[in-house]
Structure formats: structure tokens, C-alpha cells
């Protein structure tokens, strides 16, 4: 929405005729900032910041500096994506003793006409009221218009501007058009220097928590390159969740799976429980549509579906038996809602939300269950975390998550005094985890050694803390690292074994698997994650909150004990690594260290 077209004496920038072109990306003030020299004489340099503290909002500033006279053409070209309808263009000026505020306003509907956005841009003088330069506002065609200034400049002369707009629809606000142009005049009479103030004081928040690496510098930047990704992503107050690729783009259409609980979830309740409250309160605010899908099975409770987006219902295509199979999403839900408990203490929000949560969820797995002739509590026909393994009988990972969900729920009906059903945790205590002939962990009653395309098993150990044993645990590792191919596999199970080789104190194969967990996944020029390796489909945010997991809870060795407590269990930095601090950690923000 800030499109804009510069031009010096009549001639339009473009890559012809700039040369020293440069982009940024700053993680720590969240800017990303492009410069250029047009011929030989005028710099520019060019900052866009979606503005930390107004959703809404974004702004662009701009700096020019010549060594010549010369006269310079700003357009801010305003354009309606052709998949929307009914568009409509505003241009007016809110004037009065004081101020001049052109508005650019473009109204129109999405596709289905289900909802109604609005989009309005100002530009933001240095100037005063009187000394502005005059604005000129023109019709391209019925999707574009624009509005305009030209200016006078001197040798040796130096110009700023800024550009901001508001994008708000009626999913917010009930009247997106009137709103979005409040909001940009609201912008407007702030000013560019307050905005920024605001922006630059919520960033330095968000980084009071933070990874710091000593003996590392890649490793660090890139580390922090993640944590900017998700933070990025993700807002507290909202209600919203992320998705796979975050706000990078379309991948899997925005929609809400696994990836939210398991892989994203479990470093932002550890640096910023206040977003991984926004988290859980998107899977509390659909949870009623997850009982209409549980009934719609034949199943009592809550049934989580595979692709949640806006109304909670399932949105995974038909062709794809995930939506139908894929159960272990609603163990994962409650397991991150008992979490979110036992980081923050809040017993109220327990009562009110979580309570609510984990009683439904567990009542899915009471009828979900079958009973065998050995008295197990099998759970068949389910798709496996490993999703290769279609439609088959006591998934480890499935039945994992199922044991802990009813003892999850349980214990939160212990902390509110209420009775919990005696059969929740008899049940957990029969659902069967299987072993092979060679010791190792079965990944469901009909795999043998079949290649899989990413963890399972090996995520009873982490997070689920269902096998503890440490030679199991190598077992089990041994194993299963040597099925999952190279290739067209997700970035996040070589996190888990780095995850896993770090607790288990072996430094060497646990900096293997943290490299494998996302290097070769990376796009230039800014390091950013593709979902596989080699793949060209970033920003990869499962695989970034997979790899913080392998710094933080494998290397940092940090842990949620049963009593809700964070401590640091024993692990292994790599070996050339010096010293990795994480700091503003649980609601006391606590800072771990771990040295050599």
C-alpha cells in the first residue's frame, strides 16, 4: 500500500540508472531500509517499518541528498489487487488552522464479499502548514489512483518525508472506511518522530528477551534472525495464531496447524507469555467449533481440527487425509494450554480458559479410545505425526499426546478442586507404546523401517517426557536418524535430535543436527528458512521455533518441571561456542546462563 514512483528532472528511478544499490534488514529496531545513488549526484535512502505499537500501520520514510539543483517527483500510487471487488477511491483534505492532511483512500471487498477493506495513506512534511509542497491527485483507472508532490532542491541540499497508510478491514472494525482514514490522520498529527519513538521502545521490549551467543557470530545472527521472525509474527492482545510461513506470504493459506503448539509456541511462553497467551486464546475462542467437529465424528468433546483458520472449523482440503485423521492436534492444543498454566501460574485464567480446554479435550480422547482384549486403550486409524504413515494403528506420537492430555487434565482439575473422572488417568496409564524386536520405539503397530518424513517417536522424549530413559532415548535416535531422507522432509525433526544429543551430552552430534535443522534451508541474501532443504518457500516459522527449541531447551538446557518451574537441566554446548545466554526468561524474566 506504499507504492511509490521517484523521479529527479522529469526522469523516473529506475535499475538503469541507480548504481550502490544496498538493502538492510535491522532485527533489532525491525526496519528494513534500502539506498541508492541516482547518477552521480543525489543519495537515497528509503526505511519501511510496520509500526510495533499500531497494528494497522505502516510507514516509510525517506531521506534524499544531492550535490546538484534538482527537482524531485514523488507519487504514491495506491492499487486494488484485481482478485478484489467493487473498489472505490477517495481523495480529500482534512484542513484547518493548524494542519493539512491529504488523504488517499481506497476502498473494496474480497472475493467472497465477505469482508470489507479499506486502505489510507497521508504524507508526512517536515514542513509546516503553509510551506508544505501542494498535492496533486490523479485517476489511472479503476484500480489505481495516486496523489503527488514535486519539490525544489538545492546543491548540497538535504530533504526527508515520510509516507504512512493504515490497512484495516471489517474483521475489526465495523466501518473499515471511516476508520482506516481516522487512523491515518491520528498517524498524521503524531508525527513521524513520535511514531518511530514508539516503534524503536516496543522492539527494545520484545528484545529484553533474547539468545546471545559468544564464540559464534553466524550462529548468533541467525539465531536472532529467528527470534526476530517470530516475533515478527506474532502480537500479544490478539487472539491470533501463527501459521507455518507466518505474515511472509500464502503458504498453507495462513492456516493454523501443529506447527502453532509444538514448534512456534514453546519459545515465545518462555521469552514472551504475554504473545504465547494470544496463542492459546485463538484455539479458546474456536473451541466450541472444535465440539461441533467432535460430533460431527461420533465423538464426544473437542476435535481440533488439522487446518484451523478464522472460524475454528476444518479447513484442510478433502484430497489430504490429514482433516479427517490427523488427531494428535487436539492432544497438542492441550498440552500447550497446560503449559501456559504452569509458566504463568494464573489460576484464574486456568478456570476461566484452560479448564475448559483440557476437560474437552480429554473427553475426546474417553471416546476416542478402544479397549483391546489386553485392557490397552488402543487409539487406530489416525494419520501419524509422521504424515507418510496414513491410516494406521497406535501412532507413538498420537497415542503420546493422548496419555498426556487426560493427565494434563487431570492435574488442572487437582489445582481447581474439582473431581476429575477416575477413568482419565486409568486410561492414560493403558494407552500402549510399542517396542521392535530391536529395542526401538515403534512408530505404529505396522512399521517396520520404513523411511519417515519427520519426527515422531523421538518427540516422546521431547517435549512429551514419556520416555526418560537415557539408552532408550539413544536407542530411539540411533534409529530413527537414519529414515527420515535427506531431501522434501520439514526443517523441524533434525532440531528435536540436536535437542535430544545435547541432553544427552554429546556435543559433536548435537551441533550436527542444529547446522542440518536449517542451513541448508536457507535463501540468500538474508539467511531466510525454507520449509525443506534446497526449498525456495520461506519464511519457514515451524522450522525457526524448532531450532530456538534446540538452543534453549537442548544447548540452554531449560525445562518446565512439574511444579511449573524453569530450571536448567544438564547439556552440552558446542564445543566452540563459549557461552550462550538467554535472557527475560517466565514471567519473573530470568536470565540462564550455560559456559563450557
Known amino acids: 500500500m506504499l507504492n511509490m514512483r521517484l523521479a529527479f528532472n522529469g526522469e523516473s528511478v529506475a535499475s538503469y540508472n541507480i548504481n550502490n544499490f544496498r538493502q538492510e534488514l535491522n532485527m533489532r529496531n525491525g526496519a528494513f531500509s534500502g539506498s541508492f545513488q541516482y547518477k552521480d549526484f543525489v543519495f537515497v535512502t528509503y526505511s519501511y517499518y510496520a509500526l510495533r505499537h499500531l497494528p494497522h500501520y ?7 541528498e544531492t550535490q546538484k539543483d534538482v527537482n524531485i517527483n514523488v507519487e504514491n500510487l495506491l492499487e486494488t489487487p484485481a482478485s478484489l471487488n467493487n473498489q472505490q477511491h477517495y481523495f480529500q483534505s482534512i484542513t484547518n488552522s493548524h494542519v493539512n492532511i491529504p488523504l488517499l483512500t481506497s476502498v473494496a471487498y474480497t472475493p467472497t464479499k465477505k469482508s470489507k477493506i479499506a486502505v489510507s495513506n ?38 526527508s518525508f515520510a509516507l504512512i497508510g493504515s490497512l484495516i478491514s471489517s474483521d475489526q472494525t465495523k466501518d473499515p472506511y471511516n476508520e482506516a482514514e481516522r487512523m491515518t490522520i491520528y498517524a498524521a498529527l503524531e508525527g513521524k518522530s513520535r511514531l518511530l519513538d514508539r516503534h524503536l521502545k516496543e522492539w527494545e521490549k520484545l528484545w529484553e528477551s533474547d539468545i546471545q551467543i559468544e564464540g559464534d557470530a553466524q550462529a548468533q545472527q541467525d539465531v536472532r534472525s529467528m527470534l526476530y521472525h517470530l516475533y515478527s ?22 492456516h493454523v496447524f501443529w506447527d502453532t503448539e509444538i514448534w512456534m509456541y514453546p519459545p ?33 468433546g473437542a476435535m481440533y481440527p488439522w487446518e484451523s483458520a478464522d472460524s475454528g472449523f476444518e479447513e484442510t482440503p478433502v484430497n489430504a487425509l490429514t482433516g479427517a485423521f490427523e488427531h494428535h492436534i487436539t492432544g497438542d492444543v492441550a498440552i500447550a494450554a497446560w503449559q501456559y498454566y504452569l509458566v504463568t501460574g494464573d489460576k484464574e485464567w486456568l478456570k476461566v ?22 485392557g490397552e486403550y488402543e487409539i487406530k486409524n489416525v494419520v501419524a505425526a509422521d504424515e507418510w504413515a496414513e491410516n494406521i494403528n497406535n501412532n ?8 498426556r492430555n487426560l493427565q494434563y487434565a487431570s492435574k488442572s482439575a487437582s489445582v481447581l478442586g474439582i473431581a476429575a473422572p477416575e477413568e482419565w488417568n486409568l486410561i492414560a496409564s493403558k494407552i500402549p507404546i510399542s517396542t521392535m524386536n530391536n529395542g526401538v520405539t515403534r512408530e505404529h503397530d505396522s512399521y517396520t523401517d520404513q523411511n519417515i518424513k519427520q519426527a515422531d517417536v523421538n518427540l516422546l522424549a521431547y517435549p512429551l517426557k514419556i520416555i526418560t530413559d537415557k539408552e532408550q532415548i539413544t536407542r530411539d535416535l540411533n534409529f530413527y536418524q537414519t529414515k527420515v ?34 542451513q541448508p534451508n536457507l535463501n540468500p541474501p538474508f539467511r531466510v528458512i525454507a520449509e525443506c532443504k534446497g526449498g525456495t ?19 540452554g538446557g531449560l525445562d518446565i518441571d512439574e511444579a511449573g518451574n524453569i530450571n536448567q537441566v544438564r547439556s552440552v554446548l558446542p564445543k566452540h561456542w563459549k557461552k550462550l545466554t538467554i535472557t527475560g526468561v517466565g514471567i519473573d524474566k530470568k536470565t540462564f546462563v550455560r559456559t563450557q
Request: proline share 4%; glycine share 8%.
Open 58 to 64: 505502516v510507514m516509510m520514510v525517506v531521506e534524499i
Open 122 to 159: 497521508t504524507f508526512l512534511f517536515e514542513e509546516g502548514k503553509n510551506d508544505q509542497p501542494q498535492l496533486m491527485h490523479r485517476m489511472n483507472d479503476t484500480d489505481m489512483h495516486a496523489m503527488s508532490f514535486e519539490k525544489n532542491l538545492k546543491a548540497g541540499q538535504k530533504y
Open 233 to 254: 509474527f506474532t502480537r500479544k492482545n490478539t487472539a491470533l495464531s501463527p501459521s507455518p510461513m507466518g505474515l511472509s506470504g500464502l503458504g498453507y493459506n495462513g
Open 268 to 300: 515465545m511462553l518462555l521469552l514472551h507469555p504475554e504473545i504465547a497467551k494470544s496463542m492459546i486464546e485463538y484455539r479458546f475462542q474456536r473451541l466450541d467449533a472444535a465440539c461441533k467437529k467432535a460430533a460431527l465424528y461420533g465423538y464426544d
Open 353 to 374: 480458559k484452560g479448564w475448559p480446554i483440557l476437560k474437552a479435550t480429554a473427553e475426546f480422547w474417553v471416546s476416542r479410545v478402544e479397549k483391546n482384549d489386553k
Open 396 to 403: 507413538a506420537y498420537t497415542n503420546g499426546t493422548a496419555i
Open 485 to 518: 531422507p535427506h531431501s522434501d522432509t520439514p526443517a523441524m525433526t533434525q532440531a528435536i535430535f540436536s535437542l535430544l544429543y545435547s541432553r544427552l551430552g554429546d556435543s559433536d552430534q548435537a551441533y550436527h543436527w542444529f547446522k542440518d535443522a536449517y
Open 537 to 555: 518457500n520461506p519464511y519457514f516459522a515451524t522450522g525457526a521455533g524448532g531450532v530456538l527449541q534446540a538452543v534453549m531447551m537442548g544447548f
